[in-house]
């Protein structure tokens, strides 16, 4: 049996399936018979007394590792349990119009959770996802299912499946334990998929008929090419063994060029560095021979924990960071939140488009408090290192103007308080929205650098969203109107004499990079472990071919064209990275 999907992260791995949540809790309205009433009763009441008890289990457990006041959290959770109110209501329908527990909890509690969310009262309105949180555990009671896994704590080795998994969760997963995972949502750029090659997990998403997955089964799940075999005969493990091999005799061909430039063949030379999340990157990006880092996801600092981290605490894990990678660059991007990433300790408001709502610099300007926090943190720490700094989805500039009027404010804050800073920091945006790109002539005027992140640019000018799996065929990074913004965020930026880099996952993709060179891009960051294999197609490549390739791309009218050509050359010059199974 095997299942197709997305291949995200590569690597294969063998092992026992673990499925986690399938859609969350379907509920289905069930017609009681009258003699079925007094035990739907029942069952309601004794899911409650244990939906109590879970609750004081985790309110125990948080309070003895972080405090009464975190634990005390969970006393309006406890509450909702008690609501007189509410509990007659959810009686009343049971009874009155015999319908079934589960199906008259979700009914009553949603309503509740949909008039508070609702009022002016913000007390109580942050109530209502107190209402949600422990009508799921009712409900997952009702129904039987288990407690959320802990990803960090998992008894044996195995792969996850799952409908989906947010980037924190996947940020919290134990290397040694999570052997593979495949989620149903999901494509290649959306924050889970970068985690995971960040974490090198290989990782499906997409799947296809999960629901014919069990826990327990034995499984291969290939990364390489997005699929799950489920008891792999003696001739697939074979052939796998084949791929393997091959692999490993790459990698000591990608080890070979670790402390060689990224310059091609004629002598062009590409600046290329790292992606990283946290201070602790910093190794990978020296082990992959990276030219330092291009992008710092600074958000990573703020999710999975119960406090937002403070300025001193952001400016010891920049200055690390600067310090152990010191004189090479590191681009601190300021706060991305929102889109896919959330906070644990803030109660995000439900937003109907998340990517196209309180997201990044939007969310930044104004939470004055944390922006003004992180901002002096990172120029704090610009005396340690070769610091510089991005806002990410600038979309035009009046944004840029503000974020940089702030710098200036807090660099004049900190001269008042005589802490030093360097006050040559260069700041830059990211070009991430058709808007920043049609007016990147403003914006470079401004900045001293670009960072093109495809990732959301692609998103943005196709409308296409990058987690949605229904319409990832659509997420075209080889789109002619992809490649005349990227062209036209380059010229503006060489007109303007600042240099311009890639940081989406389009960078790391050794089939698109040479398409990247061609149009100019003076730098390219990627995923730790793909500075090898990028690495390892510049130098094979010759500058007049990837500008020949970026030639044909702006007067070439269709995408699959354009990646036709940018495949044909890189099977050419670098076969033995697409020796595929
Ligand atoms: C991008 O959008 O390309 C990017 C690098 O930022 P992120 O993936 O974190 O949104
Ligand atoms: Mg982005």
Redesign the pocket.
Known sequence: MSFKGIPVSSGVCRGKILVLDRKGPVVRKRELAESEVSEEVNRLEKALVQTRHQLLEVQRKVSAGMGASEGSIFDAHLLVLEDRTLLDEVLRMIQGEKTNAEHAFHVVAERYATTLAATQDEYLRERAPDMRDVAARVLNNLLGFQDEVDLRHLKEPCIIISHDLTPSNTAQMDRHHVLGFATEVGSKTSHTAIMARHLRIPAVVGLKGASGLESGQYALLDGFNGVIIVNPTDQTLFEYGQLLRKQVTLQEKLRDILLKPAVTLDGHRVFLSANIEQEGDVEQVKANGAEGVGLFRSEYLFINRDHPPSEEQQFQSYRQTAAALKPLPVVIRTL?LGGDKFLAHRQMPAEMNPFLGWRAIRFCLQERDLFREQLRAILRASTEGNIKMMY??VSGLDELNQANALVEEYKAELQRENIPFDVHIEVGA?I?TPSAALVADSLAKRLKFFSI?T??LIQYSLAVDRLNEKIAHLYEPTHPAIVRLIKMTVDAAHRHKIWVSVC?EMAGDPILAPLLIGLGVDELSVAPSLVPPVKFIIRRLKVNEARELAEFALNCESASEILTRCQDLARQIVPSLFEEK
Do not use: T
């Open positions: 991305d990410p989805m990211m991430e992140g990732n959301d989406g």
